[in-house]
Nanobody, 124 residues
Framework: QVQLVESGGGLVQAGGSLRLSCAAS????????MGWFRQAPGKEREFVAR????????YYADSAKGRFTISRYNAKNTVYLQMNSLKPEDTAVYYC?????????????????WGQGTQVTVSS
């Protein structure tokens, strides 16, 4: 089992920045990749970014490229999502997810563990 706890969400004006954190505990040694997803009201959960837990390779959704940066600090079992130049359409609940099977995927169903989510609201 891997437990994930997100933090760092909040209300920010358009153009502002937020840094989300995801603290992992439990069998973190089994983690292959960590991902960030988001879900806006009435919409499906969508992929934002992912990072290979040991190698550090990253991949981003087109909507996140150039504005968001995913990183990890293995010593603290923590993954971050630095979000800059935020837009109102970035408003959503952001979820951290962990894949323990070697799957390098954008698909939410490929991730094994999920956090409870943190709300990000961007005002115009």
């Amino acid at each position: 089992q891997v437990q994930l706890v997100e933090s760092g969400g909040g209300l920010v004006q358009a153009g502002g920045s937020l840094r989300l954190s995801c603290a992992a505990s439990g069998r973190t040694y089994s983690a292959y990749a960590m991902g960030w997803f988001r879900q806006a009201p009435g919409k499906e959960r969508e992929f934002v970014a992912r990072i290979h837990w040991s190698g550090g390779n990253t991949y981003y959704a087109d909507s996140a490229k150039g504005r968001f940066t995913i990183s990890r600090y293995n010593a603290k079992n923590t993954v971050y999502l630095q979000m800059n130049s935020l837009k109102p359409e970035d408003t959503a609940v952001y979820y951290c997810a962990c894949a323990v099977v070697p799957r390098w995927s954008d698909y939410a169903g490929e991730y094994d563990y999920w956090g409870q989510g943190t709300q990000v609201t961007v005002s115009s």
